[in-house]
C-alpha cells in the first residue's frame, strides 16, 4: 500500500514555541492532504485540507493563523503551531489523498504534541 | 460537514467471535473507505469499496458496500487479540472530494 511519512512523531515543546510538522507522500503525487487532531478515544477532527500550490482550506472554529500549512510541493505538506500552548497539546495526523483511477486516502502515523 | 453514524460505538467480544460493524449515512457516498487505527498511530487502511453492492475481502475481514450507497459493513471473522483497536468508516460523495469519518467503533477481544 502506499506510504504516508510524519516527522516528528513526538515533540515536547515550551509554551509559547511554535512547532513544525511535515507530512510526505513517498510513493506518490498527493495534491490534496489533510491535517486532522485526535483527542483521546475520540474520532478524527479534520482542521484543514492542504492543497498544493494554494491556500488550504480550514474547518470551522479552526484559526488559520494559529495552524499554517504549507503545501510546497506534491509530496511535502506542513502544519506549524504557532505560539503554542498546552491545550493545543493533541495528536496531530496527517493524510494524502490519492486519485489513481480510483480515491484512496492514507494516513501518515501521527505527531504527538505535548506543550509545557 | 456530514457524519456518518457509526455503530457499535464499542465491542467487548471473545477471542474467537465473529464481528460486525456499520457504518450509514443519510447521503449518498461513491466510495467506503474502512481503517483500523491502534493506540498512538496513524489509521491504516484494510479495505476500499468502490462499487454499490460490492463484497471485498481482506484475509478475515470483510467489507461491503450497501446497495443503497448509504451504508457499509465491515465484519471480522474468527476474533484474535491482535484485532483490539479503532474501526473508522470514511465515505466520499464524489471523487476528488474530502473523506468524511464515523466516529469510531473501539474492539476489545477477551482472550
Known amino acids: 500500500g502506499a506510504v504516508v511519512s510524519q516527522h516528528p512523531s513526538r515533540v515536547i515543546c515550551k509554551s509559547g514555541t511554535s512547532v513544525k510538522i511535515e507530512c510526505r507522500s513517498l510513493d506518490f503525487q498527493a495534491t490534496t492532504m489533510f491535517w486532522y487532531r485526535q483527542f483521546p478515544k475520540k474520532s478524527l477532527m479534520l482542521m484543514a485540507t492542504s492543497n498544493e500550490g494554494s491556500k488550504a482550506t480550514y474547518e470551522q472554529g479552526v484559526e488559520k493563523d494559529k495552524f499554517l500549512i504549507n503545501h510546497a510541493s506534491l509530496t511535502l505538506s506542513t502544519l506549524t503551531v504557532t505560539s503554542a500552548h498546552p491545550e493545543d497539546s493533541s495528536f496531530y495526523i496527517c493524510?494524502?489523498?490519492?486519485?489513481?483511477?480510483?480515491?484512496?486516502?492514507?494516513f501518515g502515523p501521527g505527531t504527538r504534541l505535548t506543550v509545557l | 460537514g456530514q457524519q456518518l453514524n457509526q455503530s457499535p460505538q464499542s465491542m467487548f467480544i471473545q477471542e474467537g467471535e465473529d464481528v460486525s460493524m456499520n457504518c450509514t449515512s443519510s447521503?449518498?457516498?461513491?466510495?467506503w473507505l474502512w481503517y483500523k487505527q491502534d493506540p498512538g498511530e496513524g489509521p491504516v487502511l484494510l479495505i476500499a469499496l468502490y462499487k454499490a453492492g460490492e463484497l471485498t475481502s481482506n484475509g478475515r475481514l470483510t467489507a461491503q458496500f450497501g446497495i443503497t450507497r448509504k451504508d457499509s459493513f465491515l465484519n471480522i471473522s474468527a476474533s484474535i487479540p491482535s484485532d483490539v483497536g479503532i474501526y473508522f468508516c470514511?465515505?466520499?460523495?464524489?471523487?476528488?472530494?474530502?473523506?468524511?469519518f464515523g466516529t469510531g467503533t473501539s474492539l476489545t477481544v477477551i482472550p
Open positions: 447521503s449518498i457516498f461513491n466510495t
Open positions: 493524510s494524502a489523498h490519492r486519485l489513481a483511477g480510483t480515491d484512496t486516502q492514507y
Open positions: 470514511a465515505g466520499q460523495q464524489n471523487t476528488g472530494n474530502q473523506f468524511y
